[in-house]
């Protein structure tokens, strides 16, 4: 895994990225993540989502009496690209009320878990300059490329892509049939590759925190690691059209 993510070489020792993601006390792929952020100019956006995905699980809550309601206002966080976007947005929009309670209240969001992610962006940050990464921000906002393809860069291990039938997905190395989680903005629309941040395991093996990715990337940010071979093949295999509502 390490050695797939460019931290060790050949003879098992640390290679110079290996030494700066050491730098990260936290998952690897997140760390190749943030270190690929710089490369893509958008370290700022990607500090964020690092420290919203250390809470995702908290963010939301919906009492039961007015589940609806906070169901339709988490809608309108949601965005076509995928969850890490949506977490983005929920975190910028924050931001902007000037990390407020009122709002939290009124959108359904947990503030102690945003406090928690502010800190931990807090630390982020700081982690970043040690190693020398300037703080930037993605240059056209409604671009949201260059965020994705940083989390691919550090997620391409957890790429799937969507089966014939159509109703579920496959990670491309090792075959297996996982599906998206259906709390996901994405959940509906079935893009043909996802990467997620992790799998959840209920009654079936569902991916959290999904994003929708373009199969070129993989051979640009993981050269070493897919082939173009397999990429196409699976191609071949694709359904040409998929029906959602």
């Known amino acids: ?6 931290a060790l070489n050949d003879r098992g020792d640390l290679t110079k990225l290996g030494r700066r993601m050491a730098e990260f006390p936290m998952d690897p792929m997140m760390a190749k993540a943030l270190l690929a952020s710089e490369k893509y100019h958008c370290s700022e956006e990607m500090a964020s989502i690092c420290a919203m995905l250390s809470v995702s699980s908290a963010i939301f809550y919906r009492p039961k009496e007015k589940k609806e309601v906070a169901d339709r206002a988490h809608s309108n966080f949601a965005r076509p690209s995928g969850d890490h976007i949506m977490l983005l947005t929920i975190w910028d ?3 902007e009320t000037g990390y407020s309670m009122q709002w939290c209240y ?3 969001i947990q503030y102690r878990s945003m406090c928690r992610a502010r800190d931990l962006r807090d ?3 700081g982690l970043m300059e040690r190693v020398e990464i300037i703080p930037e921000s993605n240059p056209n906002p409604n671009d949201t490329d260059p965020i994705r393809k940083a989390i691919t860069a550090g997620f391409f291990y957890n790429c799937a892509r969507l089966q014939k039938s159509g109703d579920s997905y496959a990670t491309i190395k090792r075959r297996q049939t996982v599906h998206i989680h259906p709390s996901s903005s994405l959940h509906e629309d079935k893009p043909k590759y996802v990467v997620y941040y992790e799998l959840m395991l209920t009654s079936r093996e569902f991916m959290r ?3 929708e990715i373009d199969d070129k990337w993989l051979l640009e940010v993981a050269p070493h690691y897919y082939k173009k071979n397999e990429i196409e093949d699976v191609k071949r295999k694709m359904p040409k059209t998929i029906k959602t509502k």
């Not at 895994?1 to 460019?6: E, Q, R, V």
């Open 93 to 95: 929009q924050w931001v």
């Open 123 to 125: 630390q982020i940050i």
């Open 1 to 6: 895994h390490l050695y797939a993510l460019g």
């Open 209 to 211: 925190q999904v994003i």
């Open 106 to 108: 009124e959108n359904y």
